[in-house]
């Protein structure tokens, strides 16, 4: 029998945190995420608009990968931050889409 591979927020916080990585796992990726009010798709959409606008860019880093393997397409996601910069300001914006470079590009 194999062990899971760690979650995120198990490499990040394991024992140092624990209260927090169990809300993140089981509350947020368990039951939060699995509402089927929303697809993926669409919570992976909210949430980079929710990470750009309020310039949680390290967050981005997973949640732009996230919203690919949901069905986002690359185009899509730098179109929803160009869009965001009228709405978000265009410092974060240009922050946002530094991340989506990288991410994307490994720039």
Known sequence: MTTPEPTGAQKLFGDFAPALV????????????E???????????VTVACLTTSGNTDQLVFHLAKAK??????????????????????????SAMAVAKRVFRGE
């Open 22 to 33: 169990g809300f993140t796992d089981g509350l947020l990726f368990g039951e939060v995420w």
């Open 35 to 45: 509402r089927p009010e929303l697809s993926p798709r669409e919570r992976s959409l």
């Open 69 to 94: 393997e949901n069905g986002a397409s690359e185009e899509e996601l730098i179109e929803a931050i160009t869009h965001l910069a009228f709405y978000a300001g265009w410092p974060k914006a240009m």
